[in-house]
């Protein structure tokens, strides 16, 4: 059966018919952050008083849930003509690990296309303002094929560092992504250290590229500490951060 003529294509869109906004979470390597930011967002957004909805793609490696403390044996979905992603501090909150148990799950190729198509086809979201999708790292496959099936339906953002290394890699995501026609919402840069000189680099590289800053989120040396509690989450300085400017600029991007 090709792409195009797997029936969930059309489940999933009627899945996520009544989100406002999905976006997608990426970034060209892992370790820069993004699970962290992606929590994050959804945490910002759900108390600006936005209907928020938060999904963790990351089959090989999820990890959101022990940024935010979900226990996968106390927190199920509820099986109605589909699933229900359980509400974490008001966040309808769906990853593979409420099946997985925490186990290390060996699925590859083919496998891992047919279980990340039916986890979407299943899940039921309802009315959303926001969708906050944690993509694996990188252009795998998984993270092209919902590209483009949510295509026109979803606005990516996008995490790096502060790093000369990391600029190219991030461009050329840009890149591949508008060669899609799709226009990421921004880039943000994750674990900022104070350097003007290179903080002149970034910013006129992304002016070349017409790539729209986001903002910077400076290395926060309390985040570790407070992983696995959002009350602590709640507290830190790069909260503070993404919620009173990275959130707003997004909203503001689209139009929220």
């Known amino acids: 059966m090709s792409l195009r003529e797997d029936p969930r294509e059309y489940i999933i869109k009627r899945r996520l018919e009544k989100i406002r906004f999905i976006v997608p979470v990426m970034s060209y390597k ?12 959804a945490l910002a957004a759900s108390e ?4 928020v909805g938060l999904l963790d793609l990351d089959f090989t490696n999820p990890s959101l849930h022990l940024v935010l403390g979900v ?9 109605e003509k589909g699933v ?12 593979l690990v409420f099946y997985t148990r925490d186990n ?29 999708i944690d993509h694996p790292p990188s ?6 094929d919902t590209i483009n099936l949510l295509g026109k339906y979803s606005r990516p953002l996008i995490v790096s560092t502060a790093s000369k290394l990391s600029l190219n890699p991030t461009i050329n995501l840009v ?62 300085q790069i909260y503070r951060v993404v919620r009173e400017r990275i959130f707003r600029e997004v ?5 929220a």
């Open 30 to 41: 892992g370790g820069v952050g993004k699970t962290v930011i992606s929590s994050l967002l």
């Open 48 to 51: 600006n008083g936005h209907r």
């Open 71 to 79: 226990d996968p044996y106390k927190n199920k979905p509820a099986e």
């Open 84 to 95: 229900i992603p359980p509400t974490i501090n008001s966040i309808s909150f769906m990853s």
């Open 104 to 132: 290390p799950s060996p699925l590859r190729g083919r496998e891992l296309y047919e279980i990340y198509r039916e986890l979407l086809s299943i899940t039921i979201w309802g009315e959303k303002d926001f969708l906050v």
């Open 139 to 144: 252009l795998t496959d998984i993270s092209l």
């Open 175 to 236: 890149k591949i992504l508008r060669e899609m026609s799709i226009e990421p919402i921004g880039v943000v840069i994750n674990l900022y250290r104070e350097d003007e000189e290179l903080k002149r680099v970034i910013e006129e590289a992304f002016d070349r590229n017409r790539i729209h800053l986001l903002g910077y989120i400076n290395y926060d040396p309390d985040l570790e500490k407070s992983l696995g509690s959002i009350e602590s989450l709640k507290k830190t």
């Open 251 to 255: 909203a503001r991007v689209l139009g």
